[in-house]
């Protein structure tokens, strides 16, 4: 079992509505990460991580939440953003 808990997302620019959208898009799109068949998270020492900003398409919340999501995964994973 895999859990990512995020304490803060912060959106920038967004009205509350799309920050709402870009937040749930976030959470299927990782879960779909999580629950794929390759899915691997390397261990790791430190009790949470600071992810860079993430840049994505303006206008698409649904863009933006698949962008931070792969940037998370990337993180946790080992990998690169998904």
Request: no cysteine; hydrophobic share 45%.
């Amino acid at each position: 079992m895999i859990e990512i808990v995020i304490d803060e997302l912060v959106v920038r620019g967004l009205a509350p509505a799309e920050a709402q959208a870009t937040g749930a898009a976030l959470e299927v799109r990782l879960a779909e990460l999580a629950g794929s068949e390759r899915a691997h998270v390397r261990g790791r020492a430190e009790a949470s991580r600071r992810l860079p900003p993430v840049t994505a398409p303006s206008g698409s919340p649904h863009a933006l939440g698949g962008a931070v999501a792969g940037a998370v995964w990337g993180a946790v994973s080992g990998g690169r953003p998904r």
